[in-house]
Every structure is written in structure tokens, then in C-alpha cells.
């Protein structure tokens, strides 16, 4: 018998550490309706059907645990005490959602950047393939978590779609986050003045760290899910990858004033941009870039 310890334990562990980040998500989406009330409609919208998303993920992990820790813990002797609820299985989809929302708004980060449209054309259609991919996975766990297969049956049914999407994801994080390196780092060649060298350091800097976060969670999930696909260590790793994406998008939106402050004045902002993004004039200086 699986240990609780690796099951209910760590559900129960990965809930609460994803609830915490909740938290962080919730103050920091009040944050960003109370700092740019004149923002365009297209990001207010995606700030709050981020926050949605994160909300119904969120119901989704509550209800699992607390049926898996009590009313399937109610009957002792029933022999699917270590099934995954179909709740978790739903949330999935909405971690999907999520994924691709935030990966399609770095992507246009990187489409700014690099004045072309065949890189972020081709990230734009694995974020659509991406998305596809959870929503099948998560169909597919739905019907079998529904079908009360135990939960070692239920993580080997869901293994062999998971593995792969969890591991393309990481990898396109990863790359879309060198790729921004790449070009913030081109950017200091052109002769840009110091305080605006000072504002492309740090965004290297937050871009390095959002994009290893996101790939080295999603790493670490796909490789628990392969090791060990009898407990449900990967899920509260999984968990917990969902509000890393969503905490990342809402910490670049949220910082573009403090950004501007390290540039003393030689950059301007497009204002027909659909997002805030990071523009270099004809002198080579640099913008926020949300």
C-alpha cells in the first residue's frame, strides 16, 4: 500500500503551499486594478480572467482534498481510498488555461523585442498546441478518475500524455526566456545610456528568473510523475507550477512603474501597443516592457 505520507500528505502539502500562492495572486491582481486604472481593456481583461482561472483552479484542489480526506476517509474499508478525485483532473484544464494565457503574453513580449513575427507566430501555435494537450489530458483524467480507478491505475492512464506536455512546456518556457534574454542583452550594444543599461539588467535578471521557475517546476513534476506515478507527489508539484505561471505574469504587469523609475527619462511608451511592452526608440533606449 502507497504510503499517506506520499498521497494524502502530499496533496495535502501541495494545497496548502498552492493556496498560499493564491494569496500572493489575489493581492497582487487588487495590486494592479489599484496601480493602472487606465490601462487598456485587453490587459485589465487578462489580468482578470487570470485571477478567474486561478480562482476555479483553486475550488477544484479544495473540494478534492476535502473529499479525499474525508468523505472517501468516512467508509475505511473502501478499497479506492487512494483515488483521485475527478476535481483534481478538472483543474488541470484550468491550469491549461493558464499556461497559455501567460506563455501567449511573453511570447508577444518577444515579438516587440525582436521586430519579427515568425518566432512568436511559431511559440504562438505551441501555445495552442499546448493548450489542446490539457484539455485532452484533462478529459481524458476526468473519465478516468470517474471510472473510480485506483490512484496508482489513474496516474499510469494519465502518464503517458502528461510526461510529454509537462516536458514540451518547461522546454518552451525556457526557450522564450532566452530568446527575451537574448534580445534585452542585444539591446545594451546599441549604445544605451546607463540608467536605461541599469532598467535591461534587472529585466534579464526577472526574466531569467520567471522563465528557469515555470521550466524547472514543470521539470520537476514530469520527472516525479515518470518516478513515481504511484503517489501523488507530482500533482502538488503540479499545483503549485499553476500559480507560479500566474504570480509571474502578474509581477510583470505590476512592476512596469518601478521599471520606469531606474530609466531617467530617455525612453517613451507606445500607447498602441495592445500590451505594454518594451520599445527602443531611434536613440536606443529602452521601455518597460509588461
Known amino acids: 500500500m502507497t504510503s499517506l505520507n506520499l498521497t494524502i500528505g502530499a496533496l495535502e502539502v501541495g494545497v496548502l503551499i498552492s493556496t498560499f500562492f493564491f494569496g500572493i495572486c489575489t493581492v497582487q491582481t487588487c495590486t494592479y486594478y489599484r496601480r493602472y486604472p487606465d490601462d487598456k481593456c485587453l490587459i485589465k481583461a487578462m489580468v482578470g480572467a487570470v485571477w478567474c482561472l486561478e480562482l476555479g483552479h483553486a475550488i477544484c484542489i479544495f473540494h478534492g482534498l476535502y473529499v479525499m480526506t474525508l468523505s472517501q476517509f468516512a467508509h475505511p474499508g473502501s478499497k479506492h481510498k487512494y483515488h483521485m478525485n ?116 534587472k529585466l534579464i535578471i526577472w526574466t531569467i528568473q520567471n522563465g528557469l521557475l515555470t521550466s524547472l517546476a514543470g521539470t520537476v513534476t514530469s520527472v516525479c510523475l515518470h518516478t513515481m506515478p504511484d503517489n501523488f507527489v507530482w500533482v502538488s508539484v503540479f499545483m503549485v507550477l499553476t500559480r507560479l505561471f500566474s504570480n509571474s505574469f502578474l509581477a510583470s504587469v505590476n512592476t512596469r512603474k518601478d521599471l520606469r523609475k531606474l530609466d531617467t527619462g530617455s525612453a517613451t ?22
Do not use: M
Open 86 to 201: 475527478p476535481t483534481f483532473a478538472i483543474a488541470s484544464l484550468f491550469s491549461g488555461c493558464i499556461a497559455t494565457l501567460v506563455q501567449a503574453y511573453f511570447t508577444h513580449r518577444l515579438r516587440i523585442l525582436s521586430k519579427t513575427i515568425y518566432l512568436p507566430t511559431f511559440f504562438w501555435l505551441c501555445s495552442i498546441l499546448r493548450l489542446a494537450g490539457w484539455i485532452w489530458a484533462g478529459s481524458a483524467g476526468i473519465i478516468a478518475c470517474t471510472r473510480l480507478y485506483s490512484g496508482a491505475s489513474s496516474a499510469h492512464n494519465w502518464r503517458w500524455p502528461l510526461v510529454p506536455l509537462l516536458a514540451f512546456g518547461a522546454c518552451v518556457d525556457f526557450i522564450i526566456a532566452i530568446l527575451l534574454c537574448y534580445y534585452f542583452h542585444t539591446s545594451q550594444k546599441s549604445g544605451i545610456q546607463k540608467s536605461t543599461a541599469r532598467l535591461v539588467d
Open 269 to 290: 511608451i507606445d500607447q498602441s501597443e495592445v500590451f505594454t511592452s518594451v520599445e527602443f526608440s531611434s536613440s536606443g533606449s529602452a521601455e518597460d516592457n509588461c
